[in-house]
């Protein structure tokens, strides 16, 4: 969806558009980005035969492919993190600009 001219857009729907990209992103955070990260953390976990037994099970072998695999899922997802993240934090200045302007009077 491309992203509206934020001078073309009333206070009301700045507000409105934070709201609606704020959601976005907090959803994807607790619906994507940490149960991948937690996946990858689960993955490279050292695997015990026992909780007194510190020798590492050798049959829960993981390939580094599967790894890889894991850690490149994370950073695809941690980029669109931080691209909604940044979509927030502009609309969030601009409504801040904006009442600035109000408050002040400046047009």
Known sequence: MPKPNLRDLT????????????????????????????????????????????????EAGIEDITIRNEVARVLESENYTDELFQDVRIYLESIDQEIDHIIMGIQ
């Open 11 to 58: 206070l009301r729907d700045k507000f409105k558009e934070a709201s609606r990209v704020t959601r976005e992103f907090t959803e994807h955070v607790e619906q994507g980005f940490l149960p991948r990260c937690k996946q990858l953390g689960r993955l490279v976990r050292p695997k015990f035969e026992s909780s007194k037994d510190y020798e590492l099970d050798t």
